[in-house]
């Protein structure tokens, strides 16, 4: 037998993808099934992104980049980051990566070690927990509740800072609950981290811009306080709809950024050069793709939370970002689970149990709405069905 570390048996895994994997076996056999488990909207990338893509490798863009991303995708990030938070960050502090979750992988292992605690958000993606635990580290989770509106607590938050404390991951808006923290809520936590600088924050904003009925979310940047021990992790998955190009970016203070660059070095050289043209595209291009499918999305998300509070022992708060709803199943006797396994291999609607997300998504169900109106009825009918049984 193959004796690997013992850390490569903490890895836990994203459920997500096990979903997405059977739903697409019994697709294969022939069934149909309504897929609302996935996290990756169903728009195609706006055509100008592609073309640039295309346009970089005729123009012989193949070879390899510098580790921390070419200089004009990294100046594009700058742009962006100040129409969207008002901050202007030095392109010298901005990482390309391939993806959002390479962020989230050196900030993890910079900072996680056996006796460190980390502190990341329950329900929350369930990498940041498989992560800390892959270092050894102690994950603390902070409880995000249906009763505040899915907003993290700065309060509670700061009550669980300990001297071992040494890295607080923060989601906003969030997978998979859909909650936006207000802006007064974060600014009492980065004015109590002001008591904390032995700690370092990881901010996850990649659904920064997917909020509705006009509400921003807040930027952990907008507190100079705190951007000396702030990472900011953002990427194109979501925004453009580019989840398989594997394009993230990420702002990290000066003390930080040699580290993570030296890691990329080691991990995977640079991000593929097409797609960071791609990004630049993405950026500076017109983003009327990106308002339309804000205007789908929003639609959808009626048409689910009003679907959702009609079923029998269900209920749904509105989402105030991403595109994820997530119910509350509590009232239904089902374990959620086992309800999302019986849905998918029953009447065939592929959704995820809530302790996917941690130990307090028990009694609660992700619907992602990146599927068509019409596939959205249907699967609340079925749902709906399914449980007056
Ligand atoms: N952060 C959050 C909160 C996410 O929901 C996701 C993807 O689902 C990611 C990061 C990872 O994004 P990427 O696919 O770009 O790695």
Redesign the pocket.
């Known amino acids: 037998m193959l004796q690997t570390v013992p850390a490569f048996d903490r890895i836990g895994e994203?459920n997500?993808f096990a979903v997405l994997a059977r739903a697409t076996e019994l697709a294969h056999q022939g069934r149909d099934i309504i897929n609302l488990g996935i996290?990756?909207p169903d728009f195609r990338t706006p055509e100008h992104i592609v073309e640039a893509a295309v346009k970089a490798l005729r123009d012989g863009q193949h070879g390899y980049t510098p580790a921390n991303g070419i200089l004009p995708a990294r100046e594009a990030v700058v742009r962006r980051t100040l129409t969207t938070t008002g901050v202007e960050v030095s392109p010298d502090n901005v990482m390309i990566l391939?993806?959002?979750?390479?962020?989230?992988y050196a900030a993890i292992v910079m900072f996680g070690e056996p006796g460190a605690e980390i502190l990341y958000p329950d329900p929350?993606?369930p990498?940041y927990r498989s992560m800390i635990e892959y270092t050894g580290a102690t994950p603390v989770p902070v409880p995000i509740r249906e009763g505040n509106d899915f907003a993290f607590s700065a309060e509670e938050t700061l009550a669980l800072i300990t001297p071992k404390t040494r890295l607080l991951i923060l989601?906003s808006p969030?997978?998979?609950t859909g909650g936006v923290t207000p802006r007064e809520e974060i600014a009492k936590l980065a004015k109590g981290l002001e008591k904390h600088p032995q700690v370092a924050i990881l901010s996850?904003e990649?659904?920064d811009v997917m909020t509705y009925d006009g509400e921003e979310a807040t930027s952990l940047l907008t507190f100079t306080e705190i951007r000396d021990r702030l990472i900011v992790?953002n990427?194109?998955?979501?925004t453009w709809a580019?989840?398989g190009w594997?394009?993230?970016w990420s702002i990290w203070p000066d003390a930080l950024y040699d580290k993570v660059r030296k890691l990329a070095v080691n991990c995977w050289s640079c991000v593929n050069a097409p797609a960071q043209y791609a990004g630049i595209a993405a950026i500076d291009g017109p983003q009327d793709a990106v308002e339309k499918m804000m205007v789908a999305f929003d639609s959808r998300r009626k048409i689910v939370v009003e679907g959702l509070n009609g079923l029998d022992g269900v209920t749904c708060l509105t989402p105030r970002g991403?595109f994820y709803a997530f119910a509350n199943i509590k009232n239904t006797g089902w374990k959620a689970k086992k309800l999302a396994s019986a849905l998918l291999e029953g009447p065939g609607v592929a959704l995820i149990g809530g302790p996917d997300f941690g130990v307090l998504g028990e009694g609660y169900v992700r619907v992602s709405y990146a599927n068509s109106e019409e596939n959205i009825l249907r699967a609340i009918d079925r749902i709906g069905k399914f449980l007056a049984k």
């Open positions: 994203e997500a996290g990756q391939p993806g959002g979750k390479p962020t989230m929350g993606f990498i989601n969030a997978n998979p996850d990649i659904y992790l990427g194109w998955s979501k580019m989840t594997r394009l993230g991403a």
